[in-house]
């Protein structure tokens, strides 16, 4: 095996870069952690993207082989970096192109410059080639450390700019292929997985008093954007909506009496369509999960109701048929407590596979306190009580929904 050869396969797996970040750049390495990496010639050089319900990271061994190890750094903290401030994720500004250098100028400006590959775009500081073209002598110009919004705004009030940006040469040496390109309540999942993930690494830095290199000014920026949490509400919402099959009827309608249909006389068929779904929820009949919290729970599924079937189920280590309740919009709650062993997921898993030709998916009400299940065959939502987490990672398709008490209130209110 040729030097080269060697080099591109060792490059294949990112791991031992991530390993080392562990140690001195803690905050991207939690971020890492979660993305998908995926080797292929797909792209040129190495990109984020959005897929399928989740975030993963495009890399072509050809690009990441040609890079010393202090600029394989450098990219992995750019593309955290990305994800982090919602670049792909969300609605892109017109035209792309020029949002995607804005992007680069936003983020690069607090990677040191020395990690950067080549082609990587940084405010008041550009090649002495580049730096002859209207690109290049408007980044001189520009101070480091504003937003994607702003830097866009300045490179379009640049004609010359914007058009050299537009023809293809505005250097960067990350693809931004692939983003903008998923539904509106797909992009809003996505956002909120992310935002759960750069939560964490914060808290994590924060906790450990490690940051690596993220200047000072960086963290203020990232404490503000993981303070905004996504309302667990829209992520329930979102599952419910996406969990919908089409349904089909038929209608009648009155026509003029002068043109009498042969069959149906005075009367004219037409079709009406329309979204339901029908979905279980299994109770976990742990402690910790009581009146409280399933008044909170149902509060928010009865706003649901209207093109949503709700069954319900008791569960500790198995399921509870005999509880089954079908729920509604003005019915009670479902009878609080039939069970009082101890957690078991599987068998709620294995419960709802079973009935998959009954349900469009299940939600799971629950404090979390248990082992991570088998991967399910249907739609899976975690609706975890307030001030509780699942112990485990959950998959990559599922829905995550940590409820929170409104302000001013709490259980013991």
């Known amino acids: 095996m040729t030097d080269l050869n060697r080099r591109i396969e060792n490059q294949r797996d990112l791991s031992p870069h991530i390993l080392r970040m562990m140690f001195d750049e803690p905050f991207f390495a939690r971020i890492l952690r979660g993305i998908n990496m995926e080797f292929g010639k797909a792209i040129p050089t190495a990109g984020v993207m959005v897929k399928d319900g989740d975030v993963h990271m495009l890399v072509n061994p050809d690009f990441v082989s040609s890079l010393s190890d202090l600029h394989i750094k450098g990219l992995l903290k750019h593309e955290c970096f990305h994800l982090a401030f919602e670049h792909c994720t969300s609605r892109k500004l017109e035209p792309h192109s020029v949002a995607n250098v804005a992007a680069d100028l936003a983020i690069n400006s607090d990677i040191p410059e020395c990690e950067l590959p080549e082609g990587g775009l940084v405010p008041g500081q550009v090649s002495e080639e580049f730096s002859q073209t209207p690109l290049g002598k408007l980044i001189a110009t520009l101070p480091k450390h504003e937003s994607q919004e702003w830097y866009f705004t300045k490179i379009m009030q640049d004609e010359e700019a914007t058009k050299q940006v537009e023809e293809g040469d505005g250097e960067g040496f990350d693809d931004h292929g692939g983003w903008g390109e998923m539904s509106e309540e797909e992009r809003e999942l996505v956002k909120g997985k992310i935002k759960e993930a750069v939560a964490e690494a914060v808290k994590e830095a924060d906790r450990n008093g490690k940051w690596g290199s993220v200047s000072g000014k960086m963290r203020g920026k990232l404490r503000e954007l993981v303070s905004k949490e996504v309302d667990w509400r829209v992520i329930l919402k979102q599952f419910c909506g996406m969990s919908k099959r089409g349904s089909r009827s038929t209608t009648w309608t009155n026509v003029n009496t002068t043109h009498i249909h042969p069959v149906y006389g005075p009367l004219a068929t037409g079709t009406k369509r329309g979204y339901t779904s029908s979905i279980a929820v299994y109770i976990d009949q742990s402690g910790s999960v009581g009146n409280k919290e399933l008044e909170l729970a149902f509060g ?86 307030p001030s509780t987490r699942l112990l485990f990672t959950p998959d990559k398709l599922d829905y995550v929904s940590n409820m929170k008490w409104p302000k001013g209130k709490s259980a013991a209110a």
């Open 300 to 385: 928010e599924l009865k706003s649901l109701a209207k093109h949503t079937e709700f069954t319900t189920f008791h569960f500790d280590t198995e399921v509870d048929e005999k509880s089954e309740f079908a729920w509604k919009k003005n019915r009670g709650l479902p009878p609080m407590r039939t069970r009082c062993g101890g957690t078991d997921f599987a068998c709620v898993t294995k419960h709802a596979n079973k009935n998959r030709s009954r349900f469009d998916g299940y939600i799971i009400i629950t404090d979390g306190e248990a082992a991570k299940p088998p991967v399910s065959k249907l739609k899976r939502c975690w609706m975890l009580v």
